[in-house]
């Protein structure tokens, strides 16, 4: 169909953290890039008020838009996620941030991370090695779950505080 148009990642080369999120939405799909619709830009929000000095590179494990905006299929994760983890690798960011859990399980199914693991409050992050480097994680909500919950939004904050002492 003439809907597959492929949305890359944005920010500079070599971030010190990348935000990877599930799959672009309507507003994605429009403008070509990740974290432009509502929820992206209360993201965008928290990790300027997070962290002001860090250079961050935004993608999504699925690169085009899943019709409807549903969940992408486990089969949809699978076939783009060796294209995510040659992202994270040729950018060597300082630290992964995973929102919502679409990416964390993308990445942590592969490692064979339970999700419990990623969601403890303590500064074991759990880390993944993609050939000779190794990237800790850290999980957060999404932030459409935030656009309604005021609480996860200063959970995201935290969060993102979180990953800049990795840095």
């Given at each position: 169909s003439g809907?597959?148009?492929?949305?890359?990642?944005?920010?500079?080369d070599h971030p010190e953290v990348i935000i990877i999120g599930e799959a672009p939405g309507k507003d994605e799909h429009e403008k070509g890039l990740p974290?432009?619709?509502?929820?992206?830009?209360?993201l965008r929000k928290l990790v300027k008020e997070a962290l002001p000095?860090?250079?961050?590179?935004?993608?999504?494990?699925?690169?085009?838009?899943p019709e409807n905006n549903?969940?992408?299929?486990?089969?949809?994760i699978k076939s783009w996620r060796p294209l995510l983890l040659?992202?994270?690798?040729?950018?060597?960011?300082?630290?992964?941030?995973?929102?919502?859990a679409v990416p964390a399980k993308a990445?942590?199914?592969?490692?064979?991370?339970?999700?419990s693991d990623i969601i403890l409050e303590n500064d074991a992050l759990p880390t993944?090695?993609?050939?000779?480097?190794?990237?800790?994680i850290v999980n957060t909500y999404h932030p459409a779950y935030a656009l309604r919950n005021s609480e996860?939004?200063?959970?995201?904050?935290?969060?993102?505080?979180r990953a800049k002492t990795k840095i």
């Open positions: 809907n597959l148009k492929f949305i890359p990642g944005d920010g500079p974290f432009v619709g509502r929820s992206g830009k209360l000095d860090v250079a961050v590179y935004y993608t999504n494990v699925v690169k085009v838009r549903r969940t992408p299929t486990d089969e949809e040659r992202e994270i690798f040729s950018r060597t960011p300082a630290v992964i941030v995973t929102v919502g990445i942590l199914d592969k490692y064979d991370i339970k999700m993944i090695q993609i050939e000779y480097h190794k990237y800790p996860a939004s200063s959970q995201i904050l935290k969060d993102l505080i």
